[in-house]
């Protein structure tokens, strides 16, 4: 059973910093390119940052230079440090597995967490 379990979202001030992680489970994780997501009220799904098997990496523009994506093979994880956070980076952030992640965009994966709250505060 494939699990993916976000967590470190929550409430911060424009300007501030918050890092989420996810851990997954139930999949061959070093051999699995991952990212994430995030969902504005009203909106659609879209990508955040993606990470291959190898550590490449994409971002979306709108937070390429503030946000880090990033793996640990051995303890199943990947992480998102944001920075600099905005108003409009308010969303409910999934992580995404198994992505194709040389697809330009990569394409979402079959497995989603559960969604972690970001609210940032202007």
């Known amino acids: 059973q494939v699990q993916l379990v976000e967590s470190g979202g929550g409430l911060v001030q424009a300007g501030g910093s918050l890092k989420l992680s996810c851990a997954a489970s139930?999949?061959?994780?070093?051999?699995?390119?991952m990212g994430w997501y995030r969902q504005a009220p009203g909106k659609g799904r879209d990508l955040v940052a993606a990470?291959?098997?190898?550590?490449?990496?994409t971002y979306s523009d709108s937070v390429k230079g503030r946000f880090t994506i990033s793996r640990d093979n051995v303890k199943n994880t990947i992480s998102l440090e944001m920075t600099n956070l905005k108003p409009e980076d308010t969303a409910v952030y999934y992580c995404?597995?198994?992505?194709?992640?040389?697809?330009?965009?990569?394409?979402?994966?079959?497995?989603w967490g559960q969604g972690t709250q970001v609210t940032v505060s202007s």
């Open positions: 990470i291959s098997t190898v550590g490449d990496t």
């Open positions: 995404n597995g198994v992505l194709t992640y040389f697809r330009s965009p990569p394409v979402a994966g079959p497995y």
């Open positions: 139930g999949i061959f994780f070093s051999s699995s390119s």
